[in-house]
């Protein structure tokens, strides 16, 4: 499984940094560079592109600026030499936040979690089990719970921790709101908002900025706002 990657950074001695790193992993394929933001989103709208490692401070446009334009964007790993914008960066759903000059273990270390998230995906798109998909997730020290995908209702962070509220009961589990969205299916689930990922078929109201599920209504947040009401509308599936 190769993934396809671009790096868009305004330093040519950071961009050559990152193609050394990324030739030193098999899974990963290099396709272009960019040294804006611009280049990069228009190379996007034509070619398929599995993770972007992206400056900040870059001119015409910003990095988490560029996040905020993408409909749907790839995984993306922000590459940095400033240590302030991580909060901001996370809450655009980044995969991982490097602080320049990276060491090339902490590369591969945010390489080899995205590389296990997709194996992860591919293997739930292998093994449906009949008609019920399914997660197993450690709600204890020791529990594995099974938990049918078409059960889940709601997904709400907790800080470290989520809360998955399903048709049968509600889950306690230590993981985070980002990594546990990015184990489900992309066509069943979406974020919504920094505080929550939902099931698209359970969506039964949209109102303005927020849905409805179960009589409980859910704020969609200003980033997520085009891409929720688009996929939950008119269909434009991932």
Known sequence: MMLKVIIVDDEPL????????VVQVKEL?????????????????????????????????????FIKTLNKPPMIVITT?????????FELAVMDYLVKPIPFPRFLKAVNRIVKLRQIHSSADKNNFGDHPSIFVKVDKKKLQKINLDEIVVVESLKDYIR??????????????????????????????RSFTISIDKVQVVE????????????????????????????SLK
């Open 14 to 21: 950071a961009i050559n940094v990152l193609k050394n790193y």
């Open 29 to 65: 394929e290099l396709i272009n560079t960019f040294s804006n933001a611009v280049d990069a989103s228009t190379y996007l709208q034509t070619n398929e592109v599995d993770i972007i490692f992206l400056d900040i401070h870059m001119p015409i446009i910003d990095g988490l600026e």
């Open 81 to 89: 030499a400033h240590e302030e914008f991580a909060v901001e960066s």
């Open 164 to 193: 998955i509220k399903t048709s049968i009961g509600n889950y306690i589990v230590h993981k985070t709101l980002s990594n546990f969205t990015d184990e489900l299916p992309s066509d069943k689930f979406i974020r919504i908002h």
């Open 208 to 235: 303005g900025n927020s849905v409805e599920i179960d009589d409980t209504r859910y704020t969609i947040g200003r980033s997520y706002i085009n891409d929720v009401k688009d996929r939950i509308l008119n269909g």
